[in-house]
C-alpha cells in the first residue's frame, strides 16, 4: 500500500475560495484553498444498488413511473443494453450513479478544480470550482449531454455545492431509475467528521419527478494508496459483469 | 427501449478521436481550422533547441544508392554507410500524416503558478509538439534503429493502413494504448504526486500512469497492466521512470511504431523553469527493445504548464465501441500473428 500524504486539515473552519488571491498571495500548484479538505480516498458505507430518497418513494411522475417500469422489464429479460449501457458496454454510470459504485475513489482538488478519480475503469468526474474558464470546445464534445455533464462548484459554508446539468438520459440514477436529459443534479459534500464524506444529493427533473427529492450518502476515509489498472470491456469480453461481485 | 437518443450527433466524440487516431488521420487532423501550429519543434522558447525537420514527422528523404552522401564536418568526411534492408523497408513507405497542434489558452497575468520546486511536478500540462503519427526519428534526428522485425511490423501496419484497412489496436477499442502514446496526444493531463507515488491523469482514454517510488509499497500488479509497470527514482532534479512488464505489446504512435511486451521504456522527466512563470516538462524517452530495434533510442517531448486546462472533456470511449449498432473494431481489422 503506498501512503501518499494529504495535506493538512484546516483547523479553523471554512474559509471561502479565493481568500489567498484575493489576499494578494500567488497561488501554486501545491498551495492550497482555504476550503474544507475533501482529498482523500474514500469508499461508499453502506453499498446499495439504489439511490434511495430520504424519505418516502421516488415521485414519479406516469411517464417516469412508465420508464421505470419499462427498465424493470429489460431487466428480467436481461436486455441491458436497452437501458442500461453501464452494465452492457461499461459505460460511464454518469453524475450521480458513480457516487453507487462499490469500489473506491479518490478526490483531488487543484485550481479550485475538483477531480473524482474512480477506481472502477478509471472514470473520473469533475466539478468546476474554480474562476478559470473552461478551455475551448474544439471538436463540439460539449455540444450533446454528457454522463457526466457541466458540473459547476461553489464553497457555501463548509459544503461543496456541485450542480450538474448536461447530463444524458442514456444513464441512469441508479441500477433502474431513469432520468431526462432536462434534470439538474444539485450535490453537498461535506465533511461529517474527518473520516466520513457525505453527499446530499438533490434531483429535480420535473419531466420524470413530481418534485426535487434529496438523497443521502455516506463515504468513509480509505487508507491512501495507488489503484491498480481497471479496464471494464475485458471483464465483458470475459462474460464477467460490468462491476466485480 | 430507451435507445431514442440521436445516436449520429454523438459520431466525432471520443471514439472518432480514437478511430481518426488509427485511420492515421490524426486526432488534430479532423479538428476544425485553428491556429497555427507552433514553431519548430513545437518548443518554448529558452527551452530545448529545435529539432532536425525530420525528426517531427514527414516523409523521409530517399537514401541514395550506395548510403547517405559523405558530408563534411570540420574537415571530416562522414563515411558512407550503405542502408540496412531494415531502413529500406522503411524508407519505402508512404509518409505518415502530419501532425498538429493547437496552442492551450493563454495563461493570464492571474494564472496559478507552479511551485519552484523542481521535484514538485504537480499542476496541468498540454503536450505543445505537433502529435508525430509515426515517430520515425529520435531525438538527434537519426531514423529509429529498426531490425528487420520492427521494420516488418511498422511496414505491415502502414500498407494496411494505406490500403484503407488498418488494423486494430489497444486505442481503437477503449483499452490503455500505453505510456508513450498516452502522453503525445495532444490532450491536457495532472500530475499528483507525493513521496511515494506520482499520479498522472489523464483527460483521454481513462488514462492513468501510475509510477511507484517504492516498490515495497506499489509491488508489481498480480497480473500484468497494459500501461506496464512503472517504477521511479530522483536523480537530482530529473524523475527517471522504468516501465515494463506490459500485458501486451504495445503501438507507440498511431501508425503502429511497435513496443513488445517484453520491451521497455525509461522515461526522463524534469521541469524546466526559465523563471517566467511558464515552465514546461521535458520528457526524454528511451526505448529499449531489442525484438525490433537494434539498439535503445530516444524521443523527446515537452509539456507546457496551463491549469486553465484542468477542467477536462468528458471522455466516454465505451459508449459507442459497444454500440451493437456499429462495428465492434470500429471498422478494423485484425492484425495477423506474426
Known sequence: MVMIKSRPRHGGGPVLVGALL????????????????????????????SLKPVSGPVPFTAEGRKQYDENKRLQAKGDYDDYDITLSRCSNPGTPRLMLIPSRFKIWERFGVVTFDFEWNQVIRQVNASKLEPKEDRIGRRLVPSATGTAVGRWEGDALVAESTNLSERTLLDDLVPHTVDMKVTEHFRLVDPDTLEDRITIDDPTYFTRPWDAVLTFKRQPATLFHEDVCLDRIKAKQPAFPQ | ?????????????????????TLGAGAAGAQPAGPPPLGAGGLPSGGLPPLPGGAS?????????????????GGFAMPQVPPTPAEQLIAGLAPPSPGV??????????????????????????????????????????????????????????????????????????????????????????????????????????????????????????????????????????LVVETSDFKQALWLDVDGTPLSANGKLIQRIRKVDNGDSKPFLEVITTIDDPTYYTRPWSVVRTFVWNPRMTYFDEYNCEEQVGDPSTDPDAGLVPEPKD
Open chain 1, 22 to 49: 484575493a489576499a494578494g498571495i500567488a497561488a501554486s500548484a501545491t498551495a492550497q484553498p482555504a476550503t474544507p479538505n475533501l482529498q482523500g480516498v474514500w469508499k461508499i458505507a453502506a453499498p446499495t444498488n
Open chain 2, 101 to 238: 497542434v493547437f496552442p492551450g489558452p493563454a495563461l493570464g497575468p492571474d494564472a496559478p503558478t507552479s511551485s519552484a520546486d523542481p521535484r514538485d511536478l504537480q499542476g496541468t500540462w498540454y503536450h505543445n509538439q505537433k502529435l508525430e503519427t509515426r515517430i520515425q526519428r529520435d531525438m538527434y534526428g537519426e531514423l529509429a534503429p529498426y531490425n528487420m522485425e520492427g521494420a516488418k511490423v511498422l511496414a505491415r501496419r502502414v500498407k494496411s493502413k494505406d490500403a484503407g484497412k488498418p488494423f486494430v489496436n489497444a486505442s481503437a477499442i477503449c483499452r490503455p494504448p500505453g505510456p508513450l502514446w498516452q502522453r503525445d496526444l495532444n490532450m491536457p493531463f495532472q500530475i499528483f504526486q507525493s513521496n511515494d507515488a506520482v499520479e498522472f491523469v489523464f483527460e483521454e482514454y481513462h488514462g492513468r500512469w501510475r509510477v511507484a517510488l517504492d516498490m515495497a509499497k506499489a509491488p508489481p500488479p498480480a497480473q500484468k497492466d497494459y500501461m506496464g509497470y512503472s517504477v521511479g527514482h530522483w536523480d537530482g532534479a530529473t
Open chain 2, 57 to 73: 514527422g514527414g516523409a523521409l528523404p530517399q537514401l541514395p544508392a550506395g548510403g547517405p552522401a559523405g558530408a563534411p564536418l
Open chain 2, 1 to 21: 427501449m430507451r435507445t431514442e437518443f440521436p445516436r449520429s450527433t454523438l459520431k466525432g466524440l471520443a471514439v472518432a478521436v480514437a478511430a481518426a487516431l
